[in-house]
């Protein structure tokens, strides 16, 4: 065989000569260096994510840069000003609104793992007897058991926004529209309202393929003012 078995030759030499580490087309860009031609785009995304109360929407067909142009945009302005969190998800047709904000919601300080706590501590009590000259004390006690149950609410946008109201960082939702319920898009749409009525440094940046915005978040109506579109 001209390529060694398998063609395990063949492929030494490509690995060898870092022409994948330059020419990758099937995997989306995530290096401000390959990422060309979309300066104008990433400059509105910028400008949107440095504004208070604002979010994004990335829209268009498939395979047009959308994730390429938000993973990177983010990325680089999240390093060059050196400040806040990044979070990824790559939503699929079993993802709710719950299971998509779980990452986040961790780095708030939610320990899902935590059910409840039960405290047990002894209360001790006196009773004074006299009996002729002599006084006998009899102690008494009783146990007493406190439990301390965990509140979760990750179907709720208002909880979730009380939760991540707080924190610095973007938060990009890629492929959201594999999220089949329309009453989960309208979730993350009520969230991002909520997040914006607040003032929270904790941005969406939500990316799917759509022919409009209004797809991804539903048609809810709020969200106009706090949601800003890119067409791609």
């Not at 001790?124 to 006299?130: P, V």
Request: hydrophobic share 35%.
């Amino acid at each position: 065989m001209a390529n060694g078995e398998f063609g395990l030759e063949r492929e030494f030499k490509i690995i060898k000569s870092g022409i994948r580490d330059i020419f990758t087309p099937h995997i989306p860009v995530d290096e401000k260096e390959h990422f060309f031609g979309r300066e104008e785009e990433a400059t509105r995304l910028v400008s949107v994510i440095n504004s208070p109360g604002q979010h994004i929407l990335v829209y268009g067909d498939r395979g047009v840069g959308k994730t390429s142009l938000a993973k990177t945009t983010c990325k680089v302005l999240l390093h060059k000003l050196q400040r806040g969190l990044f979070f990824e998800k790559s939503c699929d047709s079993r993802d709710t609104f719950a299971t998509i904000f779980e990452k986040p919601l961790e780095a708030s300080g939610v320990d899902f793992s935590f059910k409840e706590k039960t405290q047990t501590h002894n209360e001790g009590a006196g009773a004074g007897l006299d009996i002729g000259i002599a006084k006998a004390n009899i102690a008494s006690k009783r146990e007493i058991k406190t439990t301390t149950s965990a509140i979760f609410k990750p179907d709720s946008p208002s909880w979730v926004a009380n939760q991540l109201k707080d924190l610095s960082g973007v938060f990009l939702i890629d492929e959201a529209d594999s999220i089949q319920s329309d009453d989960d898009k309208k979730k993350i749409a009520e969230l991002i309202k909520l997040l914006s009525d607040s003032n929270s440094d904790f941005k969406l940046v939500v990316v799917g393929i759509a022919a409009t915005g209004e797809e991804l978040t539903a048609g809810h109506p709020s969200v106009e003012r706090c949601l800003k579109e890119v067409s791609l």
